[in-house]
Structure formats: C-alpha cells, structure tokens
C-alpha cells in the first residue's frame, strides 16, 4: 500500500519516479460540483459534446458512400465490444430500409419443406447469445501498399472489424425445420439491398454455428447492420455475414456470385487465386500508442486487440524494440472464441525513438506472420485477408507513425477505389 | 435434417405441429430487394425509425426529471449488453456537463501522498475490462406495491438494472500510489453534480475490484453513466458506483452522507434499520414473454435475465405452472461474475390461462425469494433491494399481466415520488 509495493505491481522495466501522476504535491483542489442542476432524464442517452470526434472513418476518395466503408475508430475504443453506432460498415449499394411488418424469410430449394419465416416468428424460437467479431476480408487492405503510407493510424490499418454480442435463432433450426435434401450442400444467401448481394456457404457450416441474427448488443440490428436480420458467420469473413437476409437458397452448386468471383478472392505470389477463402486469419494491432497518437515519456499501458477466426486467442506478445525481443502481453477482460479479445502490456517509456509491434496465436496454433512472409505469399494487386503485424514507430518527438517495414519490392499496382479498404491508392 | 430431429431438439413438452412456422407451402415469395441505392456511410450509425418505441421509461409522475430514474427497456431486449443509449439512469440532481479537459480527481485524506489526476493520467495507467452489471438499490420496488399493480411490465419491475463491459483503472493501484494510512478504513465517494453526491465504500472494498470507470462498451462513458470518470463497484448498489467522480478522501469513518442515512437504507419487519446494505442480492426476471405483451399458442422460447452481487449465475429455474413444478432454464452466452446473465426455456403453450416464474441461485448458494418470503423480512415502508421472484400471468386470450400474488396484509404506505423507483405509489 506505498510507493514501492505500487511500481512492484508493473512491469519490470517501470524506472522509479518516471509516473508522473502527481500534478501537485498540496494547494491544488478537486475541480468544482455543478452549481446548478444538470441535463434532465431522457428516453435515450446521448454521447458527450465533447467526444464527437470519435466517429467512423469514411474516405474522403470514395467515389460514392453507398459503395464502400466506415471505420470503427479502434484507435479511441478499449474492450471487446463495440458500440451499435461505431460498428464498422461495409455496403454495396447503401442501406435499404425495411419494415419490420413486410420482412420475410423465405428458406428454399433443395429442402423437403420450403419455409416463410416473419420477424416474429424468428424472434419466437430458440435463441443464443454470442459475443462474436465481424470483420471485413478487406480489413488491413492499407497494408498492401508499398511503400507503408506514414500516416496510416489504427483506424485505417485494422478498423474494419469490430465486436458485438449478437442474438438470432441457430440456422441449423431453420435448416432442420425445412429438411435440407443430401445434395443440398450450398446456402445461397441473399440479401435485400439494392445489390441483391449473395454469398454461398456450405451447408456443413450452417448446421455447425451460423447465427440468423436480429439483435445486437441486445437491441435490434442497426439499419447499416442489417436491419431487421442479418447472418452472423462466426470467424468467417464479414461478406459471407449477409445483411438484410431476404431468402436462403439450398443448392447443390455455389452461386459463384460476383461477391465471390470478381471480389473477394485472392490473388498468389505465383497468379492463383483462391477463392471461397472464408475463414479470418489471426490478427493483432496495438491500438494505444497508434499512429496519429502522440505520447510523452513515462508509463504507458500499450493496449490493442487480437482475434482469429480459428478460435480463440492464446497468446499475443509485444516488442517495444522493433522486434528484437518479445514479452507475452496480457489478456484483460472475457477471452471468447471467434471475438476480439483486448490486449495490455506496461511499458516504460524513456523517449527514445523506437518501434512498437505485437503479434498473436491462436489456440490452433496460427502465428500472424511478418509483414515481408505475408507479402512473399501474396501477389502485389491481392486486396484481402492481409493479416500481418503492424510496427507502430515512436518518435524522440512522441509523436506515432506507421512502423512498416518498407520491402522495396515496386510499387503495389492501384487499388480501385470503393472496395473493402474504402481508399483509393496511388501505388 | 428432419421435422423429426428438429423438433426432438426442443423442450420435450413440444407438441408435433404447434410451431407455426410454415406460413405458406407455396406459392410464396421473398419480399423484394430495394430497386434504388440506400443509405450512404454516415459517420455513426443510427436506429431503425422503426425501432424508436425502444427507449427507457421514465415515470410520467415524477415532479422534477433531474431527479429519478429512466428504466432500461428490459422488456425488449436481449442477451446481457445493454446499449450505452439505453443503459438505466438515476440521477440526484441531473446530468452536469464537464469539459475533459478540466477534469481533475483528488484522492486525498489519510493518505501518505495526496495525489491528482487527469483524465489523461487515468488512461495511461494500467487499465482492466470487465462485463459488470450496475443495479439500483431500488430497483423492483413496484414490488412493493399492495395488492400487485396488473399492468407492471418487465422493464417497470426490473429496468433498473443494466450491463456494460466496463474498463477502467483498479482503484487499488491509485490507493497504492497515495499510500493509504493504516486508519483509512474508508473512501468517501464524491460525485461533482450539483447534489455533490457521497458514498462511503469500505477502503478493502475499493482495493479489492473497484474500478475508477472512463469507457462503456468501449467508448467514452455517457454523460448520465458518469463522464468522463465514475466508479464501478461490483456487485454493489449503483448509488454507490458515483457518477463525475471529482474525489476520494480516505476517512477513518463513513460520511454519513444523505445518500446513506435517508436513502439507501433498510427498514426491517420488526422496524429496525440496515445500513450499508451494499450487496444486490440474487435477482431473475422473465423478460419475454412479460407484463404487456401478447403471445399467441404455440411454441414460445422463455427469456429472461439473472444476476447476483454476491457472484455469479449457478443455476436459474422455470415453472410454467404457478410454481407446482421448475425445471432448470439454459444459460445462454457468456455467464461472468457479477454479470448479467441470460438465461432461456423451451415451451409449448397450449392456450390456457396460466402463471410463468423465474428463480435463481448463484454460486454463492443464495436463493431468490418468494414474495411472501420477501415481504415477511422487510417493513412495509420500505424502497430498496425488492428482489422477489417475479410471476408473469398469461390469459387465455395472450395478454400477459402481473402474476404477483397479493398477500392481502393492507396497503403499503406511499412511496415517495422521485426515488429509485421513479414513480408514485397511491399504496
């Protein structure tokens, strides 16, 4: 309960007299109450005037924001959840608005009993209660360009992600109820946008853990998040999650719609591609100190987020040397599998310039990989699934920029603008 | 992959063709896709229109809304994260504005260094995330009502209850860096709202898992959560976990403050008083269906919340019948100590009139009480920690009204208006 058993609670490294907590040793005093009485009770709470910069991040080079994303301001958030209303968001013709009285589900095909299914009867059946990530196969995007831009905060490198508690009825219920005839091994979902947009999941998947959700952190689905009902694909990535869910189509064959054709597949070193690839491999990114951050000498707990879509995380280890030596962070709040799981590590910070990074496994056994081994993999006009560590460089000034290894390898080829990443790049 | 399997999944009281699902075998159709663009990226998302009904209840009898209570909507949501816009709200003399950059916290008193922070010392220091639920002491004070009001609804019995990942810096770490005195037994808790509001919390309390609170499901507390810095106190009474946290004076004895002398205390059968009655003791509620709804035959999953301050959920229980038989309700969804749990319960409701309860115990071996039970131990003057089972009756046309029974020992005296409660009792 003094001084020394305190600094003993933090890291090794933490130097004595460097917290700089005490602003004044005697004459200061707290600040004042409120002389007069505050804001009165309302049906809903609203955000502080003061916090209206923490929103998402939406390009300013979108040629139009019915096609593309906003980024959930990860660089500003702490925990696993994320509020509804900072929710990442990836549209491909806007967001339609539906009444929930005219929403219906239709379950066809391949089944014995084709079935119609209102918001009522969804809500009606049995429901589970999972706190998943969702996150866009786009996600890191900013990562293929070369050389890494310095400004890259946070936001932009790993935004499009985000974690939420989602509620819906199994899609295994749903399926059962209808009889999915044995050839039927295809779930065509469609959604009810403008887009009409349709991905094919293997019906295995949908018997497994797929979610027909209607609530998120416990109310209704946001409008941009699917609203009335949406599909929720555990560790899957976010456009297989179909938003406004109007009909599943049992088949015996993928659509190989243009969400699986033309985008959302990946390009090899070597030319392949690979497409249907699903699952989101493990992440991590330090969110505080992150760049466009800015800190003075001292302590600091070096925060951010780890998730894989193979499971749960395992492990994530720190570097505050550029990678020359590694200590295993610590795991704060629920460690869940497929959700963002938080991060924390002290650090003492002497002022010198230096590079921060971390990187994660899962409890497969997956290791986010390098920069350099993730680009060898991948062809240089690839747009998704870049899940390699991302160095954040500290300057003698405080000031934080993006630590990128630049690989000298040309430039990467320009990425259209409105996909996933939300940005337009000149190379 | 059958009707057969599907329906051997559920409750084995479910009768063959009483799910309702099929609402057409053919000739049906998927409602359409939008035929134009939708709504572009905005920097946050909002509600559904459709959804506005969805906000907390605030009595429409209290005399002054600056102070009273706005009731989470537990009736319409789900899963065990409440929306920080819909989080409950109590307030002593309404919500003050503080501009973060002013905010200072003072920890002073029997302490070997006074200390202050700022907003910005706070968020460098080690931080900790947890999934808490924070409960008013008044909460279920309808309870008390006699004979039971019918058109009670879930959110009016139990709204004042809300859960939040919440992250923070342990006290313990500030009290370490001051050096609490051997005499400072405890805290005084002082808010910087015009009601300058004060609790006492034992000085072990706050070094064993108080949190000194600066974000809410990630993002910055609201304005009526405490911002920018509240404490949160597991398990504890909600008017202890003080809102604008301006200080903490380490004291030899408690404050006395009004906060716990003419509130917040307990009034026993036999007229003696409690005070520092600070655990929440083990609460269920059955959210859906409950007071004010209308469910048709059929199948129906049973939902409702469980939580307890003395720890976490074991083991929650369902009757179907007024309570001449339980059988044991599934957890669904994290269940974390000192958290809302959600719990759920297959069942085929044929049409006649009948009476839905939840019990709980947790790992603790508590028991929630029976109303009668309940009502035997506490005067009938009394406000706070009302937390008998909750009976929901269910007409044979589907409404769904109060189920209390009505104990017959006379009116309750009036409630005062603008407590916890938020409401005027005529008794």
Redesign the interface.
């Known amino acids: 309960?003094?001084?020394r058993?305190?600094l003993q609670?933090?890291a090794a490294a933490l130097a004595a007299g460097s917290?700089?907590?005490?602003?004044?040793?005697?004459g200061?005093?707290?600040?004042?109450?409120?002389?007069?009485?505050?804001?009165?009770?309302?049906?809903?709470?609203?955000?502080?005037?003061?916090?209206a910069h923490?929103?998402?991040y939406?390009s300013n080079t979108?040629p139009?924001?019915?096609t593309?994303?906003?980024f959930a301001p990860i660089g500003?958030?702490?925990?696993?959840?994320?509020?509804?209303?900072?929710?990442f968001?990836r549209?491909h013709?806007?967001?339609?608005?539906i009444?929930?009285k005219?929403?219906?589900?239709?379950l066809h095909g391949l089944v014995?009993?084709?079935?119609?299914?209102?918001l009522d009867?969804l809500m009606?059946?049995?429901?589970?209660?999972?706190?998943y990530f969702i996150e866009c196969a786009g996600n890191g995007q900013n990562g293929y360009r070369e050389p890494p831009e310095p400004t890259l905060t946070a936001t932009r490198s790993r935004g499009l992600v985000s974690g939420?508690?989602?509620?819906g009825v199994p899609l295994r219920?749903l399926?059962?109820?209808a009889?999915?005839k044995p050839e039927g091994r295809w779930l065509l979902a469609?959604?009810?946008?403008?887009?009409?947009w349709v991905r094919s999941i293997p019906t295995e998947k949908g018997?497994r853990d797929v979610l027909v959700a209607y609530?998120q952190?416990?109310?209704?689905?946001?409008?941009?998040?699917g609203?009335?009902v949406r599909l929720v694909v555990p560790g899957w990535e976010g456009s297989i999650q179909v938003k406004w869910l109007?009909?599943i189509l049992v088949a015996g064959e993928p659509a190989m719609s243009r969400g699986e054709t033309s985008e959302y597949t990946d390009v090899r070193a070597d030319g392949r591609i690979d497409a249907f690839t699903w699952v989101m491999e493990p992440q991590s990114i330090i969110t505080r100190p992150s760049g466009g951050q800015r800190i003075e000498p001292?302590?600091?707990?070096i925060?951010g987020l780890a998730w894989s879509g193979f499971g749960m995380v395992a492990r994530v280890e720190v570097s505050t040397d550029g990678g020359a030596s590694w200590r295993e962070a610590r795991l704060?709040?629920?460690v869940?599998p497929y959700a963002l799981t938080?991060f924390?590590f002290?650090w003492n910070w002497g002022g010198e310039e230096t590079v921060l990074m971390s990187r994660m496994v899962d409890d497969q056994g997956n290791v986010q990989p390098t920069r350099a081994e993730f680009l060898e993999r991948w062809a240089r006009n690839n747009r998704y699934h870049y899940n390699a560590i991302q160095a954040w460089r500290v300057g003698a000034d405080g000031r934080v920029q993006n630590g990128d290894p630049a690989l000298a390898v040309g430039a990467a080829p320009p990425v259209q603008a409105g996909g996933c990443g939300g940005e337009v790049f000149d190379g």
């Open positions: 309960m003094n001084r058993s305190f609670g933090l917290l700089q907590l005490v602003r004044a040793q005697q200061f005093k707290p600040f004042p109450p409120a002389p007069t009485l505050g804001t009165p009770l309302q049906p809903i709470g609203v955000r502080a005037a003061s916090e923490v929103v998402r939406i979108l139009s924001r019915h593309g994303a906003a500003e958030l702490d925990g696993i959840i994320t509020p509804n209303g900072l929710h968001e549209d013709a806007g967001v339609p608005t009444d929930p005219d929403y219906r589900l239709v014995e009993r084709p079935l119609m299914f209102t009867d009606r059946l049995p429901s589970e209660n999972q706190v939420a508690e989602w509620t219920i399926l059962e109820e009889g999915v469609e959604g009810a946008d403008a887009a009409a018997l609530k952190n416990g109310e209704a689905l946001r409008p941009e998040q609203y009335p109007r009909r001292g302590f600091h707990q925060r704060t709040g629920p869940l938080r924390v002290d």
